[in-house]
Each structure stands twice: as C-alpha cells, then as structure tokens.
C-alpha cells in the first residue's frame, strides 16, 4: 500500500515538473521577441566628439580607484563598485564614506556610460548620486 502512494506521489510528482520546465519551443519564442527588443551593446562609447583615447581610459582609472575624491578622502568608487564583482560590493547594504550604512545596494558600473536613463531616488525624484544619505 505504501509501495502504490510512493508511485502515485512520483507521477503526480513528475506531471507537476514537466508543466513547470518550459519547452524548447517557448524558450526559443522567448529569444526571438527578446532579439527584436534587445540589441548587442557597442564595442565603446565612443563618439567623433569624445574618442576613446588611451590617456582617457588612463585618467578614468586612476579617478576609479583614487579616495581622495571621496567627501572624507579615504573611499574610492571601486570600494562599493569592486571590478572582481561585476562592479558591485555584493552586499544587501552599501558602507559608503565615514562607515556609513547606505539605504540600499551598490549598483553596477558596468555599462554605465550606455545608459540613457539613471535610477531616481523614490522619495525625492534626485538621482542616487545626489542624495545625501543621513547617517
């Protein structure tokens, strides 16, 4: 008797999953309506007015990883936007400059000078880059 409950469980089991994972033929109508919305990103962001020049791929760098542009002078952006983690600081909550708790994550850099739109601070409409956070 139990022998026959384990069997039904198994198929009912089995009948559940194969309704779950989706068929090839949805995965591939899900890569075609993406391919039409979705574009491959460019190789830069250069344009005829700003090249990428290696002087400026130099100075972006240094200013990357330099703490003394930070408000108190001892955090550089890679310390919440770390390159080995995909330009995040894998936290739930960011420490920013003076040890302070940021409301919310480090986002990523990487493709920033791609985005045409910046994230809006939800109480004040203020891009995140201008609110000041109280500690």
């Given at each position: 008797?139990?022998?026959?409950?384990?069997?039904?469980?198994?198929?009912?089991?089995a009948?559940?999953v194969?309704?779950?994972?989706?068929?090839?033929?949805?995965?591939?109508?899900?890569?075609?309506?993406?391919?039409?919305?979705?574009?491959?990103?460019?190789?830069?962001?250069?344009?005829p007015?700003?090249?990428?020049?290696?002087?400026?791929?130099?100075?972006?760098?240094l200013?990357f990883?330099?703490?003394?542009?930070?408000?108190?002078?001892?955090v550089?952006?890679?310390?919440?936007?770390?390159?080995?983690?995909?330009?995040?600081?894998?936290?739930?909550?960011?420490?920013?400059?003076?040890h302070r708790?940021?409301?919310?994550?480090?986002?990523?850099?990487?493709n920033?000078?791609?985005?045409?739109?910046?994230?809006?601070h939800?109480?004040?409409?203020?891009?995140?880059?201008r609110v000041?956070?109280r500690?």
């Amino acid at each position: 008797m139990a022998h026959g409950r384990c069997a039904r469980s198994l198929t009912v089991a089995a009948i559940v999953v194969a309704g779950l994972v989706p068929s090839e033929a949805a995965d591939t109508g899900v890569r075609v309506q993406a391919a039409a919305i979705f574009k491959p990103l460019p190789q830069d962001v250069a344009t005829p007015e700003n090249p990428v020049t290696p002087e400026r791929v130099q100075l972006g760098r240094l200013l990357f990883f330099e703490p003394r542009v930070s408000v108190d002078g001892t955090v550089s952006c890679a310390r919440c936007h770390q390159p080995a983690l995909y330009g995040t600081d894998a936290l739930p909550r960011s420490v920013g400059a003076r040890h302070r708790t940021h409301p919310r994550n480090a986002q990523t850099v990487l493709n920033a000078g791609l985005q045409f739109v910046q994230p809006r601070h939800r109480r004040t409409g203020i891009p995140p880059s201008r609110v000041r956070w109280r500690s």
